[in-house]
């Protein structure tokens, strides 16, 4: 080796030598790793719980599992039918045929719906809330309230408008599943 190799090793050497030595000297004069005071003369601190006779009683549920299954499907529906997309144009309403009753089924079939969009037009809803106004074994009208954005392209601009809008939604009973029956924009 020549000695600006020997040099260089040896200055490497020295280096790692004092951080070693450094951290060392660290931990020494640190309480890292010592035990702390115990002034109880080691018996661990006891807390004690406010009261050790708390009963709780059986709370029933805000909504029934009927209610809750209603909701889930107005909402569900309400996103699905007031989405929309030139690029794909009726698929909202294909993917809503299985949750509807035959009169919603024929209504939604008859809908006029643009397929030779000359502008993309794209509409996306989510459902924000609901109420339940009616509610019976068979039967539930719900109201839905949404944030709609509607996307269009103008000029080769996209613009975005964000609108809040409600739908009130019938709901049938038919074999233990929840159909839409109705839904109208307020």
């Known amino acids: 080796m020549d000695a600006q190799k020997r040099k260089k090793i040896i200055i490497i050497t020295l280096i790692v030598l004092i951080i070693i030595v450094a951290l060392i000297v660290a931990f020494k ?4 790793g010592k035990n702390p005071d115990n002034k109880d003369n080691g018996q661990l601190p006891e807390f004690k719980a406010p009261s050790a006779n708390l009963q709780y009683k059986d ?5 029934s599992s009927d209610e809750l299954a209603a909701t889930q499907v107005a909402m569900n529906f309400a996103e699905r039918f007031g ?17 509807c009753t035959n009169k919603m ?8 719906i643009d397929y030779q969009a000359k502008e993309f037009k794209g509409i996306t809803t989510k459902s924000i809330s609901n109420k339940i106004t009616e509610m019976s074994d068979n039967q539930a009208e719900i109201l839905v309230q949404t944030q709609r954005q509607e996307s269009k392209k103008i000029n080769d601009q996209l613009s975005v ?18 159909l839409v029956d109705s839904a109208y924009w307020q």
């Open 29 to 32: 004069l640190t309480d890292y």
């Open 105 to 112: 089924t024929t209504y939604l079939n008859t809908m006029e």
């Open 161 to 178: 408008e964000t609108l809040y809008q409600d739908i009130k939604v019938t709901l049938v009973k038919s074999d233990k599943q929840w």
């Open 83 to 99: 989405t929309y997309s030139s690029d794909l144009p009726g698929e909202n309403i294909k993917q809503l045929l299985g949750q």
């Open 59 to 63: 709370v029933p549920p805000v909504v």
